[in-house]
């Protein structure tokens, strides 16, 4: 997108800023700087000039104004959980960290719903209705750090996205600071909305590249009382990947299905020191499998025809989760394996998604694309989506070799992906760093459209520019 350079973040910008906030709230720090300027994408780090910190809508408002005035790019920044580089600052501007707006202003028991800024951890927000009986189903791995603002951002899924969906799935209407300070409500608080163009779910998975979101109303499903949780060893990967269609034709929608290669459990298992789960030689991969409900003797019925199903693969015993500690260390070694390789080695976290029926020719052809290219893989992810996350170790490669071959590989699983009716993102956004691969999925005309979209939002593109569209 052709635009007139910025402007830099000069004394005068920063002075002007102190005046409105106060010196408390704008941060210049070399240190916070650094600390701003990234997520948990790769090492990468990109700094930004300054990091304001506003208390509420008002002051977000005040600041799009103020740097569409001065021609500044603001990139708003959450949790800095992500893992496709959303929030890298590229262009030295502002960093619009949202932190403070960490409210939850409603629950409404009578609707199902709740009104909540987008500086709320996941998690805590999660316990929050859980106490009043209610169940907000949206859980990322990184729930107990990532804010909803960012889960709405990139779209967040997770493991029981396979049951109850992902985040644009639960968001029924948001508040939203444009570009140019204008503030919006995108929608109604209403289930059904047939009222000209949707601009709600147009703002989920935008990466804060149209609008900046301000306030969330999320709608909510009554808390279902039990669930059956069962660990599935496996002799053969493929045939795990395989499993996961036949569960879902033989009639049981499980509430999360999770596939974990055996790398990913071996290094999960040092990162949470757990030395309780014992891991035969020759399992190549395992299947966390839940069901949940409020009829335990539905959910047994269920967990029995599952594990019918799992009997024509080569497994070994099924490992039934029987209190809540197990299932807790169950769930904390699938949720750890990002964190694991993050803490052990350099690499490069692709997000593919294919129909759940094509897992294994996507698992088999990323193995035999590692051999081609000579890089080692770790796959994990929510084989119930058909999503699987790949983690290239970069190992003893040379930085030559790491910058120039590896690239070449991540394009050919990405066009193995499309080709198998998949893309190339089913939950971490695109962001930075799969943007150039944007031309994989979309023909330059669908391209376009979505550049003339960011356009009429943003005009000046001072929204987290650098982001989504390829360079070319």
């Known amino acids: 997108m052709t635009r007139k350079p910025f402007n830099p973040v000069d004394d005068v910008i920063i002075k002007n800023l102190q005046a409105y906030f106060g010196k408390e709230r704008v941060f210049v720090d070399q240190a916070i700087l650094e600390d701003y300027g990234k997520d948990h994408t790769e090492d990468l780090v990109f700094a930004p000039a300054v990091v304001l910190k506003p208390l509420d809508t008002a002051e977000v408002s005040w600041i799009m104004k103020f740097a569409l005035e001065a021609h500044i790019p603001v990139v708003p920044v959450g949790a800095r959980t992500g893992l496709s580089g959303g929030i890298l600052n590229i262009h030295r501007g502002i960093a619009l960290s949202l932190e403070k707006l960490n409210k939850v202003i409603h629950i409404d028991e009578q609707n199902l719903q709740v009104v909540v800024e987008p500086g709320v951890i996941t998690q805590v927000l999660q316990e929050q209705v859980a106490a009043k009986g209610l169940f907000y189903p949206v859980d990322p791995s990184s729930r107990g750090s990532c804010f909803i603002g960012g889960n709405v951002a990139e779209n967040a899924g997770g493991a029981r996205a396979v049951k109850y969906g992902v985040t644009k799935d639960y968001v029924l209407n948001l508040e939203v600071v444009l570009a140019n300070g204008d503030i919006i409500w995108t929608g109604a608080n209403t289930l059904k909305n047939a009222t000209g163009y949707n601009l709600t779910q147009l703002m989920v998975g935008s990466e804060g590249t149209l609008g900046v979101v301000t306030k969330i109303v999320l709608r909510l499903l ?25 569960i879902f034709r033989a009639g049981v929608i499980p509430s999360a299905l999770e596939f974990m290669e055996r790398d990913a459990i071996d290094w999960s298992l040092r990162f949470v020191a757990d030395q309780s789960l014992v891991i035969k030689e020759g399992i190549e991969a395992q299947l966390l499998i839940e069901v949940d409900g409020n009829y335990p003797d539905v959910l047994f019925s269920e967990a029995e025809k599952i594990a019918a199903v799992l009997e024509q693969f080569e497994i070994d015993e099924i490992l039934f989760a029987d209190t809540e500690d197990q299932k807790n260390a169950l769930w904390k070694l699938r949720r750890s394996v ?18 759940r029926f094509e897992l294994p020719k996507l698992l088999k052809g990323i193995k035999q694309i590692g051999d081609k290219y000579g890089f080692k893989s770790i796959c994990y992810g929510h084989a119930g989506d058909g999503n699987l996350h790949v983690n290239i170790i970069k190992g003893n490669k040379s930085e030559e070799h790491w910058n120039s071959e590896i690239p070449k590989g991540i394009r050919e699983i990405f066009e193995l992906t499309v080709g198998l009716k998949g893309t190339i993102s089913g939950e971490h956004g695109i962001g930075y760093v799969q943007k150039n691969y944007m031309d994989i999925p979309f023909s330059a005309i669908e391209l376009e459209l979505m550049k003339g979209i960011k356009k009429v939002f943003d005009p000046t593109g001072i929204l987290n520019p650098a982001k989504i569209f390829p360079d070319n």
Do not use: C, I, R, W
């Not at 009382?225 to 496996?234: E, G, I, K, T």
């Not at 990002?338 to 129909?355: F, G, N």
């Open 222 to 246: 009554p808390s279902n009382s039990h669930q059956v949780l069962m660990l599935v060893p496996f002799y053969k990967m493929e045939q795990a990947a395989e499993a996961v269609s036949a």
């Open 338 to 355: 990002a964190e694991a390789v993050k803490a052990h080695a350099v690499y490069k976290e692709e997000d593919t998604v294919v129909p």
